[in-house]
């Protein structure tokens, strides 16, 4: 975010080439534990948006800011910053959260669809696979589509109590009692 202010106050300031300079390092910075939560952001962030419109955080972190108060306009900087980045599983999973509060028809397809983008990434996260599994449950999705999932990321999954938890599940359910005991055995859940 300092990155994104240095650019705006280079702007303010009439020094053009900064202000490019200082948001093209912001756009180069990780997003993890980036959370802009104060209002006087959302100018900066827009004028950021305005200056390169192919700037996929921008709008990103303008979202996530925004999603309380105004959640229509935040799902539509997520779905842009989806399609400047569609490699970006966290902006995937806001997007899987806003469609599944929302009661229009399709809204939950849309949001499976996006949270099967998320798991899809190289990295999947093991709290998307989770929350997938939460959003095929409520849709009547198979166990064996389910525990699929959860099998094939099974290296991610362990590295959660909740994903590894819903995965334990699955496997009694489907009768892998035996697997389920051993994943068991060798786990300290944290409550």
Known sequence: MVYYYLGYFAERQGDSQNALAYRKQAQLQRPDYVFP???????????????????????????NLLYDWQPDEAVSLWEKSSVLDPAAPVTWRNLAIAYSHQTTEGSKSKAIACLEKAVN???????????LDQLYKSEGTPVEKRLAMFEKN??????????????????????KTDESISLLKNRTFSI
């Open 154 to 175: 099974q290296k991610v999954v362990v590295k959660k109590d909740d994903a590894l938890g819903a995965m334990i599940n699955l496997k009694i359910f489907a009768g």
């Open 37 to 63: 939560f104060q209002q006087e952001v959302i100018d900066v962030l827009r004028s950021a948006i305005a200056a390169n419109p192919l700037d996929a955080r921008a709008p990103y972190y303008l979202g």
């Open 121 to 131: 990434n190289p990295n999947p996260f093991p709290t998307h696979l989770a929350e």
